[in-house]
């Protein structure tokens, strides 16, 4: 096993600590779940990755604001490198450890099957293109190349969708109001992180804006 691929796996092991350390117990099924159905696709994304276009895995693994190359991006990944965190503790503190939420154990379910369905989902993105993380990696001259199928065909950005989608059904999964209306502040930097990326695509990228007429949304169809 290569060493990113332990790298990626430790990272979904602090995940799984943040969460139990906030709980204060390891008696969480659904945060056994979650950190379960996550390990297993982040482990299957990243052999798949390091198998397939392991040069672009290096890139992808690095700390984030060193793969900064514009401003506003290096500004969005030190904030999820703090909201991201926060949020996982939060959900902890309040679905366990002082239980100030109740969820109904059918909202719970919406949100597993939520999670499986946006983690199969980036598993799908990732099999189409093995690197939907950032504009500054698809100018010419990296060689890089407009995506418009699987789900590039459907939305510009499937990637940053699924993160909302997942963002969402984990809340619900973990059965945390706090951790629900944590999303609104998440969901509200991933659209606006899109509409500048979108923008510099435009500029930046050749045939960009032809893609941008066949495939109209960027997040959600019918919506945005």
Excluded: C
């Amino acid at each position: 096993m290569s060493a990113k691929l332990w790298i990626a796996l430790g990272i979904e092991m602090a995940i799984a600590g943040l969460l139990f350390g906030a709980a204060g117990t390891l008696s969480w099924p659904p945060a056994w779940a979650f950190v379960g159905v996550s390990l297993v696709v982040a482990f299957l994304i990243t052999r798949m990755v390091a198998r397939h276009d392991p040069s672009i895995l290096k890139g992808s693994l690095r700390w984030p604001i060193l793969r900064a190359e514009l401003p506003w991006d290096g500004i969005f990944m030190i904030l999820f490198t703090v909201l991201f965190p926060g949020w996982l503790a939060l959900m902890g503190l309040d679905a366990v450890r002082f239980d100030w939420s109740w969820m109904p154990d059918w909202l719970q379910i919406v949100g597993g099957i939520g999670v499986a369905a946006a983690l199969s989902s980036i598993y799908r993105i990732f099999e189409e293109n093995t690197f939907p993380w950032r504009v500054v990696h698809l100018r010419k001259d990296n060689g890089r190349r407009i995506i418009s199928t699987g789900p590039y065909a459907v939305v510009r950005h499937p990637l940053y969708a699924a993160g909302v989608i997942l963002f969402v059904s984990t809340a619900l999964l973990l059965g945390s109001w706090f951790g629900l209306a944590g999303v609104v502040v998440l969901a509200s930097a991933i659209v606006s992180l899109t509409a500048m990326e979108d923008r510099a695509l435009y500029l930046k990228l050749d045939g960009y804006a032809d893609y941008a007429r066949r495939v109209r949304y960027r997040l959600f169809p019918g919506v945005w």
